[in-house]
């Protein structure tokens, strides 16, 4: 798998941008699990297991799921107080779907990677509680990666969109280069919903540039000011509704 090639790669960046834009939307998570204690919560394509583990730091009953054994041998040997597991969630939720009652889900910048999401979400809507929450961050599929452009004449800034509703696979050079599954937005909302997963939250935080470090807005750059106005990263929220569903 892709992902135990970069898997190093991905973790060393991950470490080195503890204050970043790496970390946008990490708040969201914690906000809406608000209070954690004693809930279990799935992490759905962990990764290296920090925010599992950062959840459980504040009293969550965390675990995650990763396909590539790379990142869970690491989150292994850095959380071994937490439970992870291997499984390919193009499949579904492999072992961590014989739990069920999960008070919530996460799935932090991984559901993007999945090629297809069919089983997963049918067994994460099986594995969550009645009234549970599935929480999502990525990459905004309308702006993320999408060129810059600067108006020779007008100066006028904006992202060139060159394609939205069509689901596309694209490889990302980030990290060492991984596969990238565009779907639109409401293509998301919509696949929650079938499986009785409806939207509770979306947020599109504006977009704070790593150059800006501790300046204070009034002392951004034009360029800066113009780059926080397009949101690069999406939260979604969804609920399983409390009865039935
Ligand atoms: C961008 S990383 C995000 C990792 C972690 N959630 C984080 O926030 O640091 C994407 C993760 O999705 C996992 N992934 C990609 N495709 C997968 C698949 N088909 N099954 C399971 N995990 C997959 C990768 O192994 C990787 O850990």
Do not use: N
């Amino acid at each position: 798998m892709t992902w135990d090639r970069i898997a190093d790669r991905y973790i060393e960046l991950a470490e080195s941008r503890a204050t970043s834009s790496f970390h946008h939307l990490t708040d969201f998570f914690h906000e809406r699990l608000r209070p954690l204690s004693g809930k279990s919560v799935l992490d759905i394509g962990c990764g290296h297991g920090w925010l599992a583990h950062s959840l459980a730091t504040q009293g969550a009953v965390a675990s995650g799921v990763d396909g590539s054994e790379s990142m869970i041998k690491q989150a292994r040997l850095r959380y071994p107080d937490l439970a992870f597991h291997t499984a390919d969630l193009v499949g579904g939720l492999g072992p961590a779907g014989a739990v069920s009652g999960y008070d919530a889900m996460v799935a932090r910048f991984s559901l993007q990677c999945i090629a297809h999401l069919d089983r997963l979400l049918g067994d994460a809507a099986v594995a969550l509680r009645p009234g549970g929450l599935f929480l999502v961050s990525m990459p905004h599929p309308a702006f993320y990666m999408r060129e810059r452009v600067e108006d020779p004449v007008t100066k006028e800034r904006y992202r060139k969109v060159t394609g939205y509703l069509e689901h596309e696979t694209r490889i990302l050079p980030d990290f060492g280069g991984h596969r990238y599954f565009h779907r639109p937005v409401s293509w998301y909302i919509q696949a929650f919903a079938r499986h009785g997963m409806h939207l509770d939250d979306m947020r599109e935080p504006p977009q704070q540039p790593d150059t800006v470090g501790d300046r204070k807005w009034e002392d951004w750059s034009s360029f800066e000011k113009w780059w926080s106005t397009i949101p690069v990263f999406l939260g979604l929220g969804f609920r399983k509704a409390a009865t039935g569903g």
